[in-house]
């Protein structure tokens, strides 16, 4: 099953997000096939990293919530909000 991981930083908190990024990086690689696809969500401006949004194919929501609770970023306290729903690709076709 897929899962959207969407997180908000915390305001003013783009330091932690730098600070742990290369931890961060390395967990999403050792996820393997798991990873979808991941990558920051912007400010305004195009290049401030303000968020997160991964999608993961996982046998469940507990193992999706498990993924986030080891995450880097989640350990270092960036994140203002996580949510996490199941989804269904249509578009396109693979």
Not at 20 to 25: M, Q, Y
Not at 44 to 65: F, H, Q, R, Y
Request: aromatic share 6%; with cysteine; proline share 5%.
């Amino acid at each position: 099953m897929l899962f959207v991981i969407s997180c908000i930083d915390k305001p003013d908190h783009l330091h932690v997000r730098l600070d742990n990024r290369p931890a961060h990086v390395e967990y999403l690689k050792s996820q393997g096939d798991k990873l979808i696809s991941a990558g920051p969500t912007l400010a305004d401006d195009g290049e401030t990293m303000n968020g997160s949004v991964i999608i993961m194919e996982l046998a469940s929501k507990s193992e999706a919530e498990a993924f986030c609770t080891a995450d880097p970023y989640n350990k270092a306290d960036l994140f203002e909000s996580t949510s996490i729903r199941a989804w269904k690709k249509v578009l396109p076709a693979d």
